[in-house]
């Protein structure tokens, strides 16, 4: 079975459009590489994350442990909800790594306003001159959408 990978960026704050942030809704920022260990497999079980599965608490602790990512997690009116990963890279680059909700919170009407948070989080980090990501076929259907309706813009389609 094929999968078609899409990247898409957004290069100015200006592109950003948010979403209703639901009543309720809000994120913490996280360093706990248990909590990241744990909301990989939680919130990627139904969409096929594999590549951590495999990951030792001592990998997760140095992916968790750099300077340069930033893990959110969303709560939905004091319950966890998601979670995201921000990856600052070289020249401004600003990776949303991993993000989602957890199978109880999907279809709630979260994912705008989470994603919301979560750029807004991002065009905040010293530095950043550019916001990208990339979502799969097997993501939730209603992700690239989302990304879209948020300003992000397709620069790059690979099928594997």
């Known amino acids: ?66 300077e340069v990512l930033h893990t959110l997690v969303a709560y939905f009116e004091g319950e966890e909800a998601g979670y995201v990963e921000l990856e600052m890279q070289e020249s401004g680059s600003l990776e949303i790594v991993y993000f989602g909700l957890l199978p109880g919170m999907i279809g709630k009407g979260l994912g705008g306003g989470m994603l919301t948070m979560a750029v807004e989080r991002a065009w905040e980090i010293e530095g950043t001159k550019r916001v990208w990501l990339h979502t799969c076929t097997e993501d939730h259907p209603h992700a690239a959408s989302n990304y879209e309706k948020r300003g992000f813009r397709l620069f790059h389609t690979e099928t594997l």
Do not use: C, Q
């Open 1 to 66: 079975m094929s999968s078609t990978i899409n990247h898409l960026e957004m290069t100015s704050r200006v592109d950003f459009r948010s979403s209703k942030i639901p009543a309720g809704l809000e994120m913490r920022k996280v360093f706990d590489p248990e909590i990241n260990s744990r909301f990989y497999r939680e919130v990627g079980n139904k969409w096929l994350w594999t590549d951590r599965l495999a990951w030792t608490n001592e990998e997760w602790s140095r992916w968790v442990g750099r």
